[in-house]
């Protein structure tokens, strides 16, 4: 297999975007772009240099809609769904994947790997009361990790050993794929209602980080690389809420998976 290069690699995502963009556009879904790819659109036109996933948002009854209806509504077999309860994938959130190529993740177990992706993550209405809901999400994430990791990638020898012995006996008993479909059900089942308040649930690593529903009322296109996607229209909020002095760009090392192409 070829492997694919870093501007073929970004290419390759940037059409998966015109396939999201172009859906959402049609269909009056409604979506935006998050995390560093929000923070690159505005700071950078495009991919942050050192950088190159994209994540969106979409709040939870488009999600939805755009999970069960992509394969209607896409434009080609090579673009494909995985997400809880589709595609066996073994992701608390949804993905559109490119199935012409194969990222060959460094974590997890090659059974698992996927093509190229964006990450589509579900918003949820939040409610403070339903803290217990959160817990289980968490806990279940953490079985599920232990499922999925492949026991002999490890940032230090102390967890290489620890995941030698617990990856290889959570495989027996754990099956990943029930647990994000557990997972997804819960944090939509937690949201059943409108709130002045959201937040990315299934995405959550440790304390919640819950937002004004308002912050996604507003969405605008903005420059990315060569096209334009959608942005929340109070970006500057939302990214100082995210990662604090977002203007100062802080480099962090490139992703280390490698992908290739299939065909």
């Keep these: 297999m070829k492997q694919v290069s870093a501007e073929e690699f970004r290419n390759v995502e940037l059409e998966l975007m015109d396939e999201i963009d172009r859906i959402c556009r049609e269909q009056g879904i409604r979506y935006s772009l998050a995390y560093g790819t929000l923070l690159g659109a505005i700071r950078h036109k495009g991919f942050i240099p050192w950088d190159d996933d994209v994540d969106i948002f979409m709040l939870r009854e488009d999600y939805d809609r755009f999970v069960e209806h992509f394969d209607e509504w896409r434009s080609d077999e090579r673009f494909e769904m995985a997400a809880p309860g589709k595609m066996n ?33 579900p918003i949820e209405s939040f409610d403070p009361a339903n803290m217990q809901v959160h817990k289980k999400i968490m806990r279940l994430k953490f079985l599920r990790q232990l499922a999925v990791s492949d026991p002999k990638a490890g940032k230090s020898l102390k967890r290489k ?41 299934v995405n959550t690593h440790g304390t919640l980080k819950p937002f004004p529903a308002s912050w996604l009322d507003d969405l605008v296109p903005m420059p990315f690389e060569d096209r334009e996607y959608l942005c929340p229209a109070n970006y500057e909020e939302h990214l100082e809420f995210e990662f604090g002095d977002w203007r100062t760009p802080l480099e962090a090392p490139p992703h280390q998976d490698k992908a290739f192409w299939l065909e």
């Design 89 to 121: 994938s073994s992701y608390c959130m949804g993905k559109v994947v490119d199935a012409r190529t194969r990222v060959n993740s460094l974590w997890d177990k090659e059974k698992y790997w996927l093509g190229i992706w964006v990450d589509v993550f």
């Design 161 to 201: 050993i620890a995941k030698h012995i617990a990856c290889p006996i959570a495989s027996l008993f754990i099956d990943p794929m029930k647990i994000t479909k557990r997972i997804d059900d819960l944090a939509r089942a937690q949201c059943d209602g409108p709130s002045d308040t959201i937040v990315p649930i």
